[in-house]
């Protein structure tokens, strides 16, 4: 099946500074998501991104479909961005059954 | 607000005890699905549902039951918990293809 691996594992970051998720994908997908998981457990949605590039507010992703990649941009981080970040991708014919990364968690200090 | 909705967000309960977990969603999505997330394991789907009255087994549904009797909600029944069904539980909802939306998880504990 699809495999998914998503880099850094660990990251610690002074509040202020950016950083950059990446999300490999072993085969085609005709959408990726990115959700934010936070210190109390609920899953956040961010994007929602097939290909091409979206941003929301700090936060941007990019999905570049035919090199099987995307990448999460987090700009000028705050505390509030601590926790983990997955990219999740659809199983082919799997009715929409998400394939999800093992995470990056990602500690923002002030 | 459109949004996907779980009750109860913790339960502490003794094997053998029967539960139940709602879901229920307010935007007419087809697909929703039951995940359950355990340390160094991630997040792994255990019930499915297309549409109502349709339902599959996900990849871990031993010890599971689901019902679709209305669009909007998506049960997750234990007959008879034990402990190793201790874990994090998440409902999701889509449109069919569609970007799917998370509830906000169920903290379950079975002593």
């Known amino acids: 099946g699809i495999q998914v691996e998503q880099s850094p594992p660990d990251l610690i970051l002074q509040e202020g500074a950016n950083s950059t998720l990446r999300c490999n994908f072993s085969?085609?997908?005709?959408?990726l998501q990115w959700f934010h998981q936070n210190p109390w457990g609920q899953l956040i949605n961010l994007f929602y991104i097939p290909s091409g590039t979206k941003q929301n507010g700090r936060l941007s992703a990019t999905t570049v479909a035919t090199e099987r990649y995307s990448l999460l941009y987090i700009s000028s981080s705050q505390t509030t961005d601590s926790g983990v970040y997955f990219c999740?991708?659809?199983?082919?014919?799997?009715?929409?059954?998400?394939?999800f990364g093992a995470g990056t968690r990602l500690a923002v200090h002030p | 607000e459109a949004q996907v909705t779980q009750n109860p967000r913790y339960l502490i309960t003794v094997t053998g005890k029967k539960l139940t977990v709602t879901c229920s969603q307010n935007m007419n999505h087809e697909y929703m699905s039951w995940y359950r997330q355990d340390p160094g394991l991630g997040l792994r789907q255990i019930y499915y549902s297309m549409n109502v009255e349709v339902t599959d087994k996900g990849d871990v549904p031993e010890g599971y039951k689901v019902s679709r009797k209305e669009k909007r909600n998506f049960p997750l029944i234990l007959e008879s918990p034990s402990p190793n069904q201790t874990s994090l539980y998440f409902c999701?909802?889509?449109?069919?293809?569609?970007?799917?939306?998370f509830g906000p998880g169920t903290r379950l504990t079975v002593l």
């Open positions: 999740a991708v659809p199983l082919s014919g799997g009715y929409n059954k998400l394939i």
């Open positions: 085969d085609s997908v005709n959408n």
């Open positions: 999701a909802s889509s449109s069919y293809r569609g970007e799917q939306f």
